[in-house]
Structure formats: C-alpha cells, structure tokens
C-alpha cells in the first residue's frame, strides 16, 4: 500500500473522530500525529515538531490572557466602563464597545476577543434595552479588523511573518 494510500485513510478515520467525536477531540488530534509518525508518513522526531514552534507557544498564552480577563473580572469591568464612558444610546454604545473590540483584539486573538465580549454585549445591552442584534454584527466587525493591527492579533499575521524569517525574507513584527 502507498503512503498517499495510508495517508488518505488515516485522514478519512480521523475525519470520522472528529466528526463523532468519539473520543476526545485532543486525543483524537494527538493520535492522528502519532499514527503518522507509526506509518512512516513522516519521521518520528516531526511527530510533535510542530508544537515548539513559537507561534503556537504564542497562541496558547493569548488563551492564557483572554481567560485571565474574564476570571479577574476586567471584562465586566471594561463593559461598565464603556456604558460609563458612552451612556445607553444605541448609536454611542455601538461606537463604545466597537473600540473596545478594536483595541482588545490588536492584542488578544481576534476571534477569542469577539467570543470573549459576546456575554459583555448581551449583559449590556439587556441593562440598556437595547437589542443585541444590533450590536453584535458591529462588534464581531471591529474584532476583525482589530486583529490585523498588529501581528498578534489574527493566525495569518503570524504565520505570514513565521514564514518569511523561515525562507530568510525580511518579517515584519510588532
């Protein structure tokens, strides 16, 4: 049997135990590296070579921090801020929690950010009755682009500069 063969196996079994989720999706994950490595699809010391790239390293303490934000408390304090700071008008907390997205998420993962504010959001505007709808489409809009301020703020960010410093390009940073 081929590698492309083995390959294409391995993937559709996957596939399935991510689907079903049969077993837990990390095991599941981890175990498609490992069967890789068991087939000789690639070599055994790139099993987990993978995992000590900095990039993910960097992924997984902006996880650190967004939960950290939510845990002390600094993310009902930021929403009483922002109703402090720009009142209950729907026009002005659509600009308020839109630049707290913004700024938030040039420095946090962009989609953690918008998942993060989500309960903020509707804890505000429930207080202000003021419906949801209308701001959260505005908010996932300023999550957005305030992840491609800087370089840690959105996955192509960093896998862009990753990959011109590997082939020896210029890479540009914070």
């Not at 069967?35 to 960097?58: D, E, M, R, Y």
């Not at 304090?77 to 929690?97: D, P, W, Y």
């Not at 505007?125 to 996932?140: D, E, F, N, V, W």
Request: glycine share 14%.
């Amino acid at each position: 049997m081929s590698k492309a063969v083995k390959c294409l196996i391995l993937l559709a079994v996957i596939a399935l135990f991510f689907v079903t989720e049969l077993i837990p999706l990390a095991i599941t994950a981890m175990g498609g590296a490992i069967a890789c490595g068991l087939l000789g699809l690639i070599p055994a010391k790139q099993v987990f070579s993978g995992l000590s790239n900095s990039t993910v390293v960097l992924f997984a303490g902006m996880f650190v921090v967004g939960g950290a934000m939510f845990y002390t408390g600094l993310a009902q304090f930021i929403g009483n801020k922002v109703v402090s700071a720009v009142g209950t008008g729907e026009n002005s907390l659509m600009f308020g929690l839109m630049t707290v997205g913004t700024v938030l998420s040039a420095f946090l993962s962009n989609t953690g950010t918008a998942a993060c504010l989500l309960p903020v959001c509707l804890g505000i505007c429930a207080s202000a009755k003021i419906p949801a709808s209308r701001q959260l489409m505005p908010l996932a809009f300023a999550c957005g682009w305030g992840g491609i301020i800087t370089m840690v703020g959105t996955p192509p960010n960093i896998i862009a500069a990753g990959a011109l410093s590997n082939v020896g390009l210029p890479s540009f940073g914070f």
